[in-house]
């Protein structure tokens, strides 16, 4: 059975039989979408993918510090920015 590498809400590595559903860049703390094109266009460049880590959820990626991308997931970014702005904790 294949088992992929996810971290979890304490930002610690485990594996899973389930691949992630989100993506993040470990050094720059950014989550998002799986086929998001600035990511996409990082690995191409091959700059990223060995920053690159997956999460099994969103609750687990804002959990372990990492805040949405502001490429494919707009919506969210802005709204992460306003709270983060207004001092008070965002949540997805």
Do not use: N
């Not at 720059?28 to 998001?36: A, N, Q, V």
Request: proline content about 7%; charged content about 30%.
């Amino acid at each position: 059975m294949k088992t992929y590498t996810l971290l979890g809400a304490d930002g610690r590595p485990y594996r899973s039989p389930a691949k992630g559903q989100w993506a993040g860049h470990r050094r720059s703390k950014i989550y998002g979408r799986l086929d998001c094109p600035a990511a996409l266009r990082a690995i191409a460049r091959d700059g990223y993918g060995r920053h690159r880590v997956f999460f099994a959820d969103e609750a687990s990626a804002v959990a372990a510090g990492f805040r949405p991308c502001g490429a494919c997931c707009e919506d969210r970014y802005r709204r992460w920015k306003t709270a983060r702005e207004e001092g008070r904790p965002w949540t997805p």
